[in-house]
C-alpha cells in the first residue's frame, strides 16, 4: 500500500509550486504562472536554500522539470485557455545550473491535432502540465480539461520546432499535473480529479511502450491540489516520491482562507 507523510508547509514564496525535481540531494521547484523564470533550491525537509533567476528564459507558465545525465528541461507548456501559440521547453546543462546568465536552448513544439486556439477556459484537450525525459526523448502528457483523460506525446530533445508526436491516451478520470520516471521501468503520474481527490497512476514503462496499471488515491483530508512530483530513490522494496500541492482557497463557514503550499513524501 501507499505510505504517506507531510514533511513541511511550504513558505509563501511557493504558493504555486508546479514542478519538482531530484538533483544532487537538493529538491527544485518553481512557481507556474505570476512567477520570475526562477528555481528553487530545497532540502529534503523542505526550507528553501537559495533560488536561481535565469536571464535567457521566460515564464509564461512553468509547469515542470524534468532532467537526463546532461541536462534539465523546463516545461512551459501550461494552456488553461488552450490558446497558447508560444509552447515551449527550455534546455539548461546541468552543470549551469547555477549559472543565471547560462545559454538556454528552446525547444518549441505543437500539438498534432489542434486546429483551433478560440480560448477555451478548461474546456479543452490541450493544456500540459507533465514531463519525463527516457532515453533520447522527452514525453508530455497531457491535462485534459475536456475529457479528463491523458494524451501521451514524444518530443525530439535536440529539435527546436517541432509538432509532438501523439503516442497513447488514457482515461486517467482526472487531471494529470505532475509526472517522474525511476530511471528504469515505472513513471508515476500525479493528479487530482473534479472533486479534488488527489490519486497517482503507475506507468510500467519498457522498450517505448507505456502500459498504464494502476490507480490510486492519496488520502489527504478536504483534498488537495496536487501538481508535482519526483522519484527520490528506493528503499526496503518500496520507491520513494516527494509531491507538492499548490495553496487552495478553502471555505471555512463563512469564511476563506487559503491552506499553504504542502510538501509530502509517499512510499509505494
Same mark, same amino acid.
Given at each position: 500500500?501507499?505510505?504517506?507523510?507531510?514533511?513541511?508547509?511550504?513558505?509563501?514564496?511557493?504558493?504555486?509550486?508546479?514542478?519538482?525535481?531530484?538533483?544532487?540531494?537538493?529538491?527544485?521547484?518553481?512557481?507556474?504562472?505570476?512567477?520570475?523564470?526562477?528555481?528553487?533550491?530545497?532540502?529534503?525537509?523542505?526550507?528553501?536554500?537559495?533560488?536561481?533567476?535565469?536571464?535567457?528564459?521566460?515564464?509564461?507558465?512553468?509547469?515542470?522539470?524534468?532532467?537526463?545525465?546532461?541536462?534539465?528541461?523546463?516545461?512551459?507548456?501550461?494552456?488553461?485557455?488552450?490558446?497558447?501559440?508560444?509552447?515551449?521547453?527550455?534546455?539548461?546543462?546541468?552543470?549551469?545550473?547555477? %549559472?543565471?546568465?547560462?545559454?538556454?536552448?528552446?525547444?518549441?513544439?505543437?500539438?498534432?491535432?489542434?486546429?483551433?486556439?478560440?480560448?477555451?477556459?478548461?474546456?479543452?484537450?490541450?493544456?500540459?502540465?507533465?514531463?519525463?525525459?527516457?532515453?533520447?526523448?522527452?514525453?508530455?502528457?497531457?491535462?485534459?480539461?475536456?475529457?479528463?483523460?491523458?494524451?501521451?506525446?514524444?518530443?525530439?530533445?535536440?529539435?527546436?520546432?517541432?509538432?509532438?508526436?501523439?503516442?497513447?491516451?488514457?482515461?486517467?478520470?482526472?487531471?494529470?499535473?505532475?509526472?517522474?520516471?525511476?530511471?528504469?521501468?515505472?513513471?508515476?503520474?500525479?493528479?487530482? %480529479?473534479?472533486?479534488?481527490?488527489?490519486?497517482?497512476?503507475?506507468?510500467?514503462?519498457?522498450?517505448?511502450?507505456?502500459?498504464?496499471?494502476?490507480?490510486?488515491?492519496?488520502?489527504?483530508?478536504?483534498?488537495?491540489?496536487?501538481?508535482?512530483?519526483?522519484?527520490?530513490?528506493?528503499?526496503?522494496?518500496?520507491?520513494?516520491?516527494?509531491?507538492?500541492?499548490?495553496?487552495?482557497?478553502?471555505?471555512?463557514?463563512?469564511?476563506?482562507?487559503?491552506?499553504?503550499?504542502?510538501?509530502?513524501?509517499?512510499?509505494?
Amino acid at each position: 500500500g501507499i505510505e504517506l507523510q507531510l514533511i513541511k508547509e511550504l513558505v509563501p514564496a511557493l504558493t504555486e509550486t508546479s514542478g519538482l525535481e531530484f538533483y544532487k540531494g537538493h529538491l527544485i521547484t518553481h512557481n507556474d504562472s505570476g512567477d520570475l523564470p526562477t528555481l528553487y533550491f530545497l532540502d529534503l525537509k523542505g526550507t528553501i536554500l537559495y533560488s536561481k533567476t535565469y536571464k535567457n528564459m521566460k515564464a509564461v507558465d512553468w509547469e515542470d522539470i524534468t532532467k537526463d545525465d546532461t541536462h534539465h528541461y523546463i516545461a512551459d507548456i501550461g494552456n488553461n485557455q488552450g490558446n497558447r501559440k508560444d509552447l515551449s521547453i527550455y534546455k539548461i546543462a546541468l552543470s549551469d545550473l547555477e %549559472n543565471e546568465n547560462a545559454s538556454v536552448e528552446e525547444l518549441h513544439i505543437s500539438y498534432p491535432d489542434q486546429k483551433t486556439f478560440v480560448k477555451g477556459n478548461q474546456n479543452h484537450s490541450y493544456d500540459a502540465e507533465s514531463i519525463v525525459a527516457i532515453k533520447g526523448s522527452l514525453y508530455i502528457f497531457s491535462k485534459d480539461w475536456k475529457n479528463q483523460s491523458t494524451v501521451l506525446y514524444k518530443v525530439d530533445k535536440n529539435q527546436r520546432d517541432q509538432v509532438a508526436q501523439k503516442i497513447t491516451s488514457h482515461n486517467v478520470k482526472g487531471l494529470i499535473t505532475g509526472a517522474t520516471f525511476n530511471g528504469t521501468d515505472t513513471i508515476l503520474l500525479c493528479g487530482y %480529479n473534479s472533486s479534488l481527490t488527489p490519486f497517482v497512476f503507475k506507468i510500467h514503462y519498457e522498450n517505448g511502450t507505456f502500459d498504464f496499471l494502476e490507480k490510486q488515491e492519496i488520502g489527504i483530508y478536504g483534498g488537495a491540489q496536487v501538481e508535482a512530483n519526483s522519484y527520490l530513490t528506493t528503499k526496503n522494496n518500496k520507491e520513494v516520491y516527494y509531491f507538492s500541492c499548490e495553496a487552495a482557497n478553502i471555505q471555512l463557514g463563512e469564511d476563506e482562507a487559503l491552506s499553504q503550499a504542502k510538501l509530502y513524501e509517499l512510499k509505494w
